[in-house]
Every structure is written in structure tokens, then in C-alpha cells.
């Protein structure tokens, strides 16, 4: 079957051949002879690049109904198919008094994606990654075979899946450990800074004092204002709200927008009245966990505001000995190339190790930018943030990426060809083409 299961960057959008999931499952499963041709899952289409996309191949797309899991509310495990949502997992969690160890800044991601992802959230300090907290999943391979995996049982399979992509095999049912939380209400503390030393300054203390830690940065400051942010802190409230909030987005971009209508006018505009009205709202003020964790969600279809070529976001870690000298340089950077980033976040990583063989985070502080795609400009200051961020011994995220090279790759992710070793063969997508498969090392 063809369909639109376009990126959330949706900078390559077409008709893509897909396979539907219980086709997929009985013919893997029945060892069929699929002629050669190769297969990557689909979860709800929230990654950004090109990992979700096999052009020479066909899509398994894997959303499943949100009723297919159960909880344990005693020891917080839940058993669920990989591809209900985590808004899905949230409606059957919070009434238990249970919520997501980790969350990204959507809940519109299956669980399947999260792991393939080893997605990480505003806790990493604490935390680590979504993969820290996946106990076990059954993994279906291109032979037939049914896995169990757990560090125990398949522990390099296990270990290859988690941040592998979809690369190693279907996700068919996942079990996550839970966190018990006394609210799912959040007391935030907002705090403004003038520089980028001044977040640095911190940026430690917040993470040791503070479940949640996350920083917005005005990228298009310059002058004696460069730098300038505002610091986001956040506990889980004592109230005892254990209430899920609505499904429905209160807001929407409704068609497909002919132009950008993020420019650097309209965001640098912005920019200077998010950042007054947030340092005007200093204390610690009560919020519902979506404002929270997911303040876009309420808008539905936002990346259409970036226009008909999509978005490219850039996130970066680079290590804490150089991060107070590269991370100015990359803001600085794109402030020379006149592009404008409508959401620039800056988190500090901990030292808390994920179980994935190539997960993103490591020690030290990742900054993420996105860019409306102006094509060739946009590609070069690319380019030239990848750079930047080798140089200073970090890594591109890949889960992220729509156009990284090989050597931007290798370079981050020096273990990368481990993951070749536990590749299902037929399972591939485009960006392991683009850049494990194109390597001069492959």
C-alpha cells in the first residue's frame, strides 16, 4: 500500500510503499522469501530525519489501539505492544499514580519509537535515557524468530535495539518500569540569565537540586543580550492531581502554509517578548504536566509554520570541558548565516550510562536548533555546526538528522559498525544507507 508517512521534518515528502503490520508480522514469521527487498518499522511519524524512512524498501507502519497493554500497578511494570503512544501508556499510568521515568518533548511517540530511539527528556541527569528503564521486549526477526531480550537473555540484541533504530528487528510487545510520582502537577521555577556563562554558572546546581532541568536560549540575541535565556526547573508536585489531561490539541495549523512564517523578523520579535514574559514570571508556580513536558502538543501540526521545505533540527552534545567555548560558537554561527531557530534548547547530560549500544547522550551539554529548510544556505551552516561540534569531541544526533555525513557520523559514534554486526539484513533504512553503508569503513 503507498502512503504519506512523511518525518515531522518533512524536508523529503512523498509516497512511500508500506506493508501493513499483521502482513508483515505472518510473513516474517512464516520465514517467507520477501525477494530481497528490505523492511523498517513505522511508529506515529515524530522522528525528524530520515531513520524512519527504507525508499528502497517498504515501511512496517506499527501504531497500534491504545487498549493493547496492561500495568501492574504494584511494581509500576507495564506490558504493552510497541505501538501504543506514550499518551496512551500516561492515560493507563496516572490514575496508579505512575508516569513516564523519561519523556521527549511529545507524547504523540510509540513506545516502540522511544526505545528505538532511546529518546532522553529534561532528567537525564537523574534518569538517563528511555532505555535505562525497558526491562524486556520481545524482538521478531527477518528469519521468523520471536526473541525475548533483557540484559539477560539476548543481552547484545537487547543492546543493539535500544537506540538501533528499528534496524535489528521488529518491537512487537515492550515491558517499562514505571516511576511513582505524588502528582502529576509540576512546581516550575522559572529563572532568567543575561549570558551563556551565567547558565553555566547554573546549570549544575539546578540539576542536583531539580527532578527536571531545561533551558531556552534566544538565539538571535547578540551584542551585550547574547546568550540571554531563561533557566526551567521542575518537581513533581505533593497535591496528589493524579488526573489526565485532554487528548485535543487547543490550537492548529490547518493546511499546508506556502512560506515560512518563521523568519528572522517575525522570531526575533518573539524571541524579545517570550523572554520579558518569562522573567517577569520568576518563583515557583504550579503547572499540569503538559505545559510542562509537551507546551507543542497543544498546537497541532506546528511544524507546518516552517512551510512547504520542511525543518532541519541540529542537536549537538559536546563534552563539559569544551562546551563553555563551542556552544557560543554554534549560536554564533548561525546568527552569521541569518537563520533563525525557533526553538533553542539547552539541557545538561549526566553521567548515567544507557544499556543502548548507540545511544545520543553522554556526558555533557547538547544544544538542538532547527532551521526552516532554505536549501543549499541552510545545508552549508549545517555543515559547518557539525564541524564545530567534532572538533570540540561531541556527537550529531542521529535520530535527529536528514543529512549528516558518513564521517560526521563516524566520528561521533566511533562504535557505529558494532551495530552493523547485530543488523537484522533485512531490515535497513535510508540513513544507515546514507552514512554506515556509504562509510569508506563499511
Known amino acids: ?51 524512519c524512512h ?24 507495564l506490558d504493552a505492544s510497541a505501538g501504543v503512544t506514550l499518551e496512551d501508556i500516561i492515560a493507563v499510568a496516572a490514575p496508579q499514580g505512575l508516569f513516564l521515568p523519561v519523556t521527549p518533548g511529545t507524547r504523540h511517540v510509540t513506545l516502540g519509537g522511544a526505545i528505538a530511539n532511546d529518546v532522553h527528556g529534561k532528567n537525564h541527569h537523574l534518569r538517563g535515557t528511555f ?11 527477518s528469519d521468523g524468530e520471536s526473541l525475548y531480550c533483557s540484559v539477560t537473555s539476548n543481552p547484545g540484541l537487547f543492546a543493539a535495539t535500544i537506540g538501533g533504530m528499528g534496524l535489528t528487528g521488529i518491537i512487537t ?12 502537577d509540576i512546581d516550575e521555577q522559572i529563572v532568567p540569565f543575561g549570558d551563556l556563562d551565567d547558565y553555566f554558572d547554573r546549570a549544575e546546581e539546578a540539576d542536583r537540586a531539580n527532578e527536571y532541568a531545561v533551558a531556552w536560549v534566544d538565539q538571535l540575541a547578540s551584542g551585550r ?49 517570550y523572554f520579558a514574559a518569562k522573567s517577569r514570571n520568576t518563583g515557583v508556580h504550579r503547572t499540569g504536566y503538559g505545559s510542562f513536558f509537551y507546551p507543542l ?15 532541519f533540527q541540529h542537536q549537538s552534545v559536546i563534552p563539559f570541558e569544551t562546551a563553555r567555548r563551542t556552544i557560543p560558537l554554534l549560536l554564533q554561527a548561525s546568527r552569521d548565516a541569518a ?59 542521529p535520530y535527529k538528522d536528514q543529512r549528516m555525513s558518513a564521517a560526521t557520523f563516524q566520528a561521533g559514534f566511533p562504535n557505529w559498525a558494532e551495530l552493523e554486526t547485530w543488523r537484522d539484513p533485512g531490515f535497513l533504512s535510508n540513513f544507515w544507507r546514507r552514512t554506515a553503508l556509504s562509510s569508506p569503513h563499511s
Open 1 to 51: 500500500m503507498l502512503g504519506a508517512f512523511d518525518s515531522f521534518g518533512r524536508i523529503d515528502r512523498r509516497q512511500r510503499d508500506a506493508l501493513p503490520v499483521g502482513d508483515a508480522l505472518a510473513r516474517l514469521r512464516a520465514v517467507t522469501d520477501r525477494g530481497g527487498v528490505t523492511v523498517l518499522p513505522f511508529g506515529n511519524g515524530r522522528s525528524y530525519g530520515d531513520s
Open 54 to 77: 527504507n525508499d528502497m524498501g517498504l515501511l512496517i507502519p506499527m501504531r497500534s489501539p491504545s487498549a493493547d497493554m496492561s500495568l501492574d500497578p504494584e511494581s509500576g511494570i
Open 131 to 141: 532505555g535505562c528503564h525497558i526491562t524486556s521486549f520481545e524482538l521478531l526477526r
Open 173 to 184: 510487545r515492550a515491558r517499562l518500569q514505571l516511576m511513582r510520582v505524588p502528582s502529576l
Open 225 to 273: 543580550s547574547a546568550g540571554r535565556g531563561v533557566l526551567i526547573t521542575g518537581n513533581h508536585a505533593s497535591n496528589g492531581n493524579r488526573e489526565v489531561e485532554t487528548r485535543a490539541s487547543r490550537l492548529a495549523v490547518p493546511f499546508d502554509l506556502p512560506f515560512s512564517m518563521l523568519n528572522r523578523a517575525s522570531l526575533t520579535a518573539f524571541n524579545a517578548a
Open 297 to 311: 502538543d497543544g498546537v497541532g501540526h506546528w511544524n507546518r509554520l516552517y512551510g512547504p521545505r520542511g525543518l
Open 339 to 397: 537563520h533563525a531557530s525557533f526553538l533553542t534548547v539547552l539541557k545538561r547530560f549526566g553521567d548515567v550510562t544507557s544499556p543502548g549500544m548507540l545511544s545520543f547522550p553522554k556526558p555533557g551539554y547538547t544544544l538542538t536548533m532547527d532551521f526552516p529548510n532554505r536549501g543549499a544556505p541552510t545545508l552549508a551552516l549545517l555543515e559547518t555546526l557539525d564541524r564545530l561540534t567534532i572538533e570540540a569531541g561531541g556527537r550529531v544526533n
